[in-house]
């Protein structure tokens, strides 16, 4: 999760057409990383937020947790700062609590799901009280970012299901059961799944990972490196709405550590997820 980017800031959003200020050009289509082109001139002072395509999905509330892929840049440097795309593991966005800047609450609340949005950011007014900018950005900077919005979630809490602890022995194949199955639209390899997951490891049976425990779901690409090991054969031709347990021996996640995203799995050791899937956007 993309953390501490912009700070709870009280600030007032430009409409585009507000803003006298020639935009970024924003080239590509939702999902795919986008190109941008930052004029050469000042950056607008105030923030400016456009919606460059509308999708169909559910409208985000105030209190949702958004997942979305963001892409930044910097005005004034011209270049990428980070993005979510790459690793293909987009963030989740508590809103209305002040995980975020308020500029990132205006630009995603009351937009659908499947849209991409660009919002810009004059960085004194989104790093807070203190002006503590991100590393390797000035608090004189301004940031463009171009979000896609993958789904909105209720923020309501989530209670962590239980997971039996494993059995004696670990486990020397991959297994994969489907304890519920859901209606949605089904898992694809590529795919972009939303899910809350628990891992335990053999031979202790501690949790180590829980998204429950964060308390807002994750989301991912289903392709090799993006997703842990046996995650992606567990989940392709699963629907939305399923509840998946999966065993993965050692020998499978031999050599990996953790995805592009930052998810960590115990090295050489055998472990089992609970897998809730809970929306399939592409």
Known sequence: MIRGLLPAAVVLLATAAGCGTPLPHVQGEFGALPVVDIP???????PVVKVLSTG?????????VAVVNVAIWTWRQNKPYLDTFRTKQPTSVKLGGGQVSKAWDTALVGKRAGSRILLIAPAKLGFGKDGIAPANVEPSDTLVLVFDLVGSYPAKRAFEPRL????????T???AAVLKRGLGPTARRGSTVVL???GLAWPDGAVFDSSYRRGAPNGFVLEPGAVPPGWLDALAGVPAGSTVLVSVPASLGKGFTATAGGLAVPPGAAVRYRLDLLDVAG
């Open 40 to 46: 050469r001139i000042a950056a607008p002072d105030e």
């Open 173 to 175: 194949t991959l297994s």
């Open 56 to 64: 169909q999905g559910r409208t985000v509330a105030r209190t949702d």
């Open 196 to 198: 809350h997951y628990t």
């Open 164 to 171: 039996a602890p494993p059995a004696k022995e670990p486990p």
